[in-house]
Nanobody, 125 residues
């Protein structure tokens, strides 16, 4: 089970910290990621983290966001800064046990992720 929290409304240039609490999976061996979906748009990858170290970000992140995880607390975090109106979306955390392709080059398609949270809304105005 994945449960997101931390969304809300902020002004342009503000910051938010999203969290995803994991249960029922071994976070130390699980690939995890943040995705987002704006109204009328496809769900897109925001950031991903491999249990073996590699971290990836969507091109639009531009060094504004940081993904991290806490193996003891079993949480995934997305620290977002310099938020823009175009960052407005529902943000989802996702997890999968393994990857059939290279994680760093193949992480973004949603079909490769098995477990999903319900999402948390981020609104930037």
């Amino acid at each position: 089970q994945l449960v997101e929290s931390g969304g809300g409304s902020v002004q342009t240039g503000g910051s938010l910290r999203l969290s995803c609490a994991f249960s029922g999976v071994d976070i130390r061996r699980t690939y995890m990621a943040w995705f987002r979906q704006a109204p009328g748009k496809e769900r897109e990858g925001v950031a991903g983290i491999s249990p073996y170290g590699p971290i990836v970000y969507g091109k639009f992140v531009e060094d504004r966001f940081t993904i991290s995880k806490d193996n003891i607390q079993a949480t995934l975090t997305l620290q977002m800064t310099q938020l823009k109106p175009e960052d407005t979306a529902m943000y989802y955390c996702a997890a999968v046990d393994s990857f059939p392709v290279s994680f760093t080059s193949g992480w973004s398609p949603t079909r490769r992720w098995k477990y999903w949270g319900q999402g948390t809304q981020v609104t930037v105005s």
